[in-house]
């Protein structure tokens, strides 16, 4: 029998059946969709971590920083605690994060962080030997620009770039390229926000300033709030640090609050787990439900339609293409409500059919979503399909496979 005449079968079928279809479907619609929720918010935070934790070039069990809790605060506090932390000799390295805006050939804007010498190497920036060497000899009063990897064919070591100095345009010169994934650490909370389309798990499509000192930049924002301080300490001593740290702002009356990156990463690992969470729980219980609805609708239909079966074996047909039959019926329910169920989700997730310019305006906010959403959710619903297809079509080709032609034409089960 042609496979476009069974498809005629099959819709003739639905026709007869509509009710049981459209239930059917939205069993199996809601099941895809609690899949989805379930593991692109799973994978997205997986993807989130693991992306983080390559930003970094040292242990982050070792490395954090002083955030002050009050925004009156101004910057010579921040100071005075970082002259402090300066004076502990379990503190390796700690200095300053801020911002600054350069201009392409096209003055088109990129915000950057620029950064303290010697904090460099808190992220993994794999900067290569000349490079580090040029780091090394930077004097206290000057900048120097490392570009991202996908700037190699726009700008070469030596060439300058534009940008703001003391409300005025100023040029700093570029050090070199960095390598491909190369990359830095995000200001404050390394989830859950982003700054913007600059603000990404890697510098390739981004660059960054290294000061010999930050020391002018800080001048200029005295009167503004104080500057979190970011620091890295010999292994093992972190929490002694932080102690100490607390202590002195005790005695100062500063409120601090100290994050440490290892303890931030272990709690986001934590808070994404599925394990205890009930919306994958509820996922379970629905996909067992659809599967037991649908086999059971099988079943069902199989015992109905003996007779109907064994005329068409009567008059040519095979067992297969019965079972193809009964098996092309799920399907194309399930094939239609797994891709209802990721649409729905697409747009719910990205408020948008079109995802990729909410994730080039708004950085790593949604990368992790969009990476789940659009990479791994496809299979992951095919593989749904294919198991719940499997399950749900075992008995009814069981059935038919044991029962004669003689015994489906009289309507007896076989025995």
């Not at 002050?68 to 605690?81: A, E, G, L, N, P």
């Not at 070469?156 to 100095?165: K, L, P, Q, S, T």
Request: charged share 25%.
């Amino acid at each position: 029998m042609r496979w476009y005449n069974k498809l005629r079968l099959v819709f003739r079928i639905y026709s007869r059946r509509m009710f049981v279809t459209l239930l059917l479907f939205g069993m199996c619609f809601v099941s895809f969709f609690m899949i989805d929720r379930v593991f692109t918010g799973y994978i997205g935070s997986r993807y989130a971590i693991r992306q983080t934790e390559k930003e970094f070039g040292v242990n982050t069990a070792d490395a954090g920083y002083v955030h002050f809790v009050t925004r009156d605060i101004k910057q010579d506090i921040s100071d005075k605690v970082h002259e402090y932390m300066s004076t502990l000799p379990e503190v390796v390295r700690s200095g300053y994060i801020l911002s600054e805006t350069l201009f392409e050939e096209e003055d088109e804007s990129i915000q950057v962080n620029i950064i303290d010498k010697d904090i460099a190497a808190i992220g993994n920036l794999m900067l290569s030997e000349e490079n580090k060497k040029i780091l090394e000899n930077l004097g206290e009063d000057e900048r120097i620009v490392f570009a991202g990897y996908n700037y190699r064919k726009q700008y070469h070591a030596g060439d300058m770039i534009n940008c703001y100095v003391d409300d005025d345009i100023g040029q700093i010169k570029i050090g070199g390229i960095l390598k491909k994934g190369a990359g830095w650490i995000h200001e404050d909370r390394l989830f859950k926000g982003s700054y913007g389309k600059w603000d990404n798990y890697t510098l390739d499509d981004s660059m960054i300033v290294i000061a010999g000192s930050l020391k002018k930049e800080l001048e200029g924002v005295s009167s503004g709030y104080a500057h979190s301080i970011y620091f890295q300490c010999e292994s093992g001593t972190f929490d002694e640090v932080t102690d100490k740290i607390k202590r002195f702002c005790y005695d100062e009356g500063i409120t601090v609050n100290i994050s440490n990156y290892k303890d931030e990463i272990d709690k986001e690992k934590e808070d994404s787990s599925i394990v205890d969470d009930t919306v994958f729980i509820a996922a379970i219980m629905i996909t067992v439900l659809a599967v037991v609805s649908i086999a059971a609708s099988n079943i069902v239909y199989c015992l109905m339609r003996r007779k109907h079966y064994g005329i068409m074996l009567a008059n040519g047909m095979c067992k297969a293409d019965i079972i193809w039959l009964i098996a092309m019926q799920n399907v194309i329910v399930m094939v239609l409500a797994a891709v209802a169920a990721w649409i729905v989700r697409l747009r719910a997730e990205f408020e948008t059919l079109f995802p990729k310019k909410v994730l080039e305006e708004t950085g790593r906010l949604y990368e992790g979503a969009y990476v789940a959403h659009m990479h791994y959710m496809p299979v992951i619903l095919i593989i749904s399909v294919m198991i719940l297809l499997v399950i749900s079509c075992v008995i009814p080709a069981v059935m038919i496979g044991r029962t004669s032609l003689a015994d489906m034409v009289s309507g007896r089960s076989e025995g």
